[in-house]
Structure formats: C-alpha cells, structure tokens
C-alpha cells in the first residue's frame, strides 16, 4: 500500500487548509488511519486518527477543536481538516494506516511521504 498525502501549502494564521492522503496498491478500509507532524528540529507527533468505519476519532491536545480528520472508505482516502492555523502549526505533515497502536507511531504500518503546511503569523 502507498499513501499519498497532497493539500499542503502556505497559509496566514487563522487561514485553514485541507490535507487529503489517498491510498493505493491496496486498500486501507479495514485500518485506521491516522496523521502526524513534525516540525524543523523536533521530533514527529500524533496529530488525529480515526478508525476504519470513521465511528471513532481521537486528537491531540493542541490541535482538538481545530482539526477534523475524516475518511470516504469508498475511495480510500482520509481528509484532515485544519481551520484557525497557527503558526505553531507549522510542519510537514504525513498520513499512516495501522492495525495497532491507534496514536502511537509503532502502530502504524504503512506512511505517507508527507505535505508541507507553512502558517505565517
């Protein structure tokens, strides 16, 4: 399975973006899908996840409330919507399908090669 995730680019704070990571190779329908970051010089973070019927959904702390992350199972992709960015925000941002782990990277089997998101203050 591969993912591809697209939709990044560069925003003013307070903008939104949405990511969207498409799968192909196979399908992802029965995994749950996740999204995490990492900015220059610090270590990659969970950002959201749902799971493979998107009954479920989880977030970090500094993004609930802003972030939705959604799936359409029918043409395997996961969406995360970000609105009211922040410059915090700031990272490439990469797409996982796991089995396990739900918010824990060792969980994940599969990744994304990850799409840039600038917020400008």
């Known amino acids: 399975v591969q993912l591809q995730a697209s939709g990044g680019g560069l925003v003013q704070a307070g903008g939104s973006l949405r990511l969207s990571c498409a799968a192909s190779?196979?399908?992802?329908?029965?995994?749950?899908m996740g999204w995490f970051r990492q900015a220059p010089g610090k270590e990659r973070e969970f950002v959201a996840v749902?799971?493979?019927?998107?009954?479920?959904?989880f977030y970090a702390n500094s993004v609930k409330g802003r972030f939705t992350i959604s799936r359409d199972n029918a043409k395997d992709t996961v969406y995360l919507q970000m609105n009211s960015l922040k410059p915090e925000d700031t990272a490439v941002y990469h797409c996982?399908?796991?089995?396990?782990?739900?918010?824990?990277?060792?969980?994940?089997?599969?990744w994304g090669q990850g799409t840039q998101v600038t917020v400008s203050s």
């Open positions: 996982a399908a796991g089995t396990a782990g739900w918010s824990r990277e060792s969980g994940y089997d599969y």
């Open positions: 749902i799971s493979w019927s998107g009954g479920s959904t």
């Open positions: 190779g196979g399908t992802v329908s029965r995994h749950f």
